[in-house]
Structure formats: C-alpha cells, structure tokens
C-alpha cells in the first residue's frame, strides 16, 4: 500500500512538471514565437546561407527594391548606383546591416503571426518603406563617394523620404576587402541611425535656444570678433575677423568668439539642460530601430576654454543625424516634431491595411524660441549660404564645419528645414572630412531638396 502511495505522489510531482513546462513554453511562445520564427535558423523563412526568402521591400511609390524570385533567391533592383544607395535602409541578404529592413521588418516581411504561423516564402508580406529610391540615388550621387550620412524626412508625418549612409557596396556584387580595406570602415552602420559624430557649429543652435531665454537683453547685445578671444586659459578662434555683430549675424557669421563667450556666460549646467531637452542625448525608435544617443561633457573637470569650445559644438560634442534632424524638425514645428518612421504599410495577401499612427516628440524647444531661431536661421540662408543655390525653397539652415583633429579635413554639415506648405521637410547632411559645411554639405542638401521638391 505504501509503495502504491510513493508511486502516486511521484506521478503528482511529474505531472506537475510537465503543466509547470507547459505553462512556462506558452508564455515564452507568446513573448518571443515572432522573434523564433524570424530567427535565421528558421528553414522555412532562410535558405541555408541564411538569407530570407519572404517578403518584398518596396520603396513609398511601389517601386520593388528587394524581393525573392521563381527560384527562391533573393535579388535587388536594377542599378549598381540604385542598389548601393538603398543598401542601408533595405539591408543586405546576409543580415550584416542590422538596422536594415531584411532584418529589422523580417516579422512584417515574412507574415508571421501567433495564431497564423508563417506561411513560408510564397506568401510573404508587400513592405512599402516610406523611402523615395529615386531620391535616395540622387542623394548617394551626390556625395560623390565620400563617407557620410544623408537623411530627409516630414516632420509633421514622421515619414522618412531619403536615408543614405555611405560607404555603401552593392549586395549583388559584395566586394572580397568589404572587411579589410579601409575605404569601407564602418559599412555595416546605418551613419544617420547607428553613428555619432562632432557636431562643430550645428550645434551652435542649442547654445542659440539657451541664449534666447536665459539671457534678457541678448537681442540688444553687440560684439567684436576680431577673429580670436582669449577664454580662460586658452583661445577660441575664427576662420576671419568678424568685427561688430550683433546675435543674428553671429549666427550667419557662425562666430566662435561669440558663441564660446555666450557658452561660458550660461555656464555647464544650462548648456547641458538644453541638450538633453533638444533630444540629442536621447535615443529614438524609428519604426522599432533605436538610434545612437549622442554624448557630451559640459560639467565636471573640464576648464572655462573646454565650456567655450562645448558651446560652439567641439570638445567632446558627439551627435547623430537622426537626433538632430528631429531638432530641426521641432524648430521649424513649433517645438515638437514627428518622430521617424521608416515603414509606410505592410501589405499582407488576403488582409487590410493597418494604419499607421503618427508619434510626436516631447517638446524639445519652447514656441517662441523656436520661432526666433526660425528667423535667424532664414536669415542664414539671405546672408551667408545664398539663396540661388535653393530656387523655390523657403529654406531655413545652419552649416558645419566641425573640427575632427589636425590631420584630418574637417566634418561638413549642413542641416535645416523647408517653411513650404507642400513640403514640410526637415534635413541634416554630413560629409565626413569634407571640408567647409556651407560649401561641401551645403551643396549634396540643395541638389537632394531640389529632387524632393520635383
Ligand atoms: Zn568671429
């Protein structure tokens, strides 16, 4: 009787285990079955190099960039130039690129529901990315093979319509140094989501925003560059001697001396306060990608020379284009911005389109001085940068040229939005060792808004 009663107990005990495995598989399934199936283990959604064999990334107008042909390979659009300026956004077949659609989307691309399951390769998922390819060729031309970053999107809607990163190669003829040769350090990143870099006078804005509010006569000021300044133990020069300005041509003249004094008056404490509300510390979700938090040092062990140079966008300035063009996106929008998308639908055979829901920033800057910076930053444009170069743009921009050591040619900047009603556009462009911001960045913007406003 004894024995029969142990028997039992261990059958209780064993039969307890399996509900207890049970019950742990199913919720385990339920908060990671989609990132299971997805997974490149997968055979049914992976070929066995382990490229995904689902779903067709198309560009915002239909165009197909990406898809799987009759015999289960996966292939790119026509056009060496094409495909290397879409690389980063579509992603390339092996998932080295992780922000890119094939990887990021490969949940909406290959259909995968709880209940439903995958279907497998026939019946993948229609993903239309908010992207214009055409206008992301121009835009990769434009850079004329230099590495950098150049990304435009709505502000009021979040769609992201161009987003290069270059270097780029192209996925159909992936080069054998891809992994040696210095020309393409970094080619995996997305530079506008995944790097940081120094800002140089972009960053003159934040310092800009501070200055507005926190100092009460600002407008009234006046100041003399004679092209250098001494600042606590050290200097902060000028390309030229800028003479008397006041606060707007500063801006325009992009002052050194100006800005650094301004910095040292507001002190570390306020300048990162702005940062941080400007968004550009903070990491944003573009439909799901998180992107890199820019960092900086103004307080701490730092001397009064290392607070000018912070405030003018050196020092340990580090940002990333994505986070500043929401900043731009937020000035020309009153304060707040859409926050990117990257995914215009996904089409699934069979079902509705689901909608896609716009996501606002917090405020990253208070109205009013948004719209003060809005005037100063037009005014950049009349004064400095030219307006010719921008037919038909009521553009308002800040240039860069950001110092990156004395070996190597300096970051070129150029970042800023469009006032037109149609055309509600926010923009950075970087052009790493490129030289003069207006000049070099300021060019690759104008031929890239110009083909976003045809
Ligand atoms: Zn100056």
């Known amino acids: 009787m004894k024995k029969l009663e142990r028997r ?62 009759e015999d289960g390979e996966r292939v790119y659009i026509d056009g060496k130039t094409m495909r ?84 780029s190669y192209d996925p159909r003829n992936i080069p054998d140094d891809l992994e040696t040769n210095p020309d393409y350090e970094g080619v995996y990143l997305n530079r506008c989501l995944s790097s940081t870099f120094t800002p140089g006078s972009v960053f003159k804005l934040v310092t800009l925003s501070a200055a507005l509010e926190q100092i009460p006569d600002l407008m009234e000021r006046t100041w003399k560059c004679e092209g250098s300044a001494q600042i606590g133990d050290g200097t902060v020069t000028c390309t030229s001697a800028h003479g008397e300005q006041t606060i707007e041509q500063a801006l325009a003249n992009s002052c050194n001396v100006v800005f650094g004094q301004l910095a040292v008056e507001l002190g570390g404490a306020t300048l990162e306060e702005y940062t941080q509300k400007a968004g550009l510390t903070k990491s944003y979700s573009v439909s799901g990608i998180p992107t890199a938090k820019g960092t900086f040092t103004f307080q701490g062990s730092l001397t009064e020379n290392d607070l000018a140079w912070s405030g003018v966008g050196q020092y340990h300035d580090s940002v990333n284009p994505c986070a500043l063009m929401v900043y731009m996106g937020a000035i020309a929008n009153g304060g707040k911005a859409a926050v990117p998308t990257l995914v215009q639908k996904v089409d699934t055979p069979g079902w509705p389109d689901l ?100």
Not at 126 to 153: C, F, H, P, S
Request: with cysteine; hydrophobic share 40%; aromatic share 10%.
């Open 8 to 69: 039992a107990v261990l059958c209780l005990v064993l039969a307890g285990c399996l509900v207890f495995g049970l019950l742990v598989f199913l919720v385990r399934f339920g908060l990671s079955g989609t990132r299971w199936a997805s997974s490149a283990f997968n055979r049914h959604l992976y070929n066995s190099q382990g490229m995904l064999i689902s779903g067709t990334v198309l560009d915002r107008y239909g165009t197909p960039l990406c898809w799987v042909n």
């Open 84 to 167: 290397k300026a879409i690389l980063h956004v579509v992603g390339d077949p092996y998932g080295n690129i992780g922000t890119g659609a094939l990887t990021a989307f490969a949940k909406e691309l290959t259909g995968y529901t709880l209940l439903g399951g995958a279907y497998g390769a026939e019946r993948g998922n229609q993903l239309y990315l908010t992207i214009d390819a055409q206008l992301n060729e121009v835009a990769y031309q434009a850079l004329n093979g230099k590495k950098g970053a150049v990304a435009v999107y709505n502000y009021q809607t979040g769609e992201v319509l161009c987003m290069v990163s270059s270097p």
């Open 355 to 454: 909608p896609q829901f716009t996501k606002k920033t917090g405020r990253l800057i208070a109205q009013d001085t948004a719209k003060e910076i809005t005037d100063m930053m037009a005014n950049n444009v009349t004064q400095t940068y030219g307006t010719k170069r921008f037919p038909g743009m009521d553009l308002c921009a800040k240039s860069g040229t950001a110092e990156v050591g004395s070996d190597q040619k300096p970051h070129a900047w150029f970042a800023g939005f469009l006032r037109n009603e149609d055309a509600p556009y926010a923009f950075v462009v970087l052009v790493e060792n490129g030289g003069s911001g207006s000049d070099v960045a300021g060019t690759v913007a104008s031929k890239v808004l110009k083909a976003a406003l045809d």
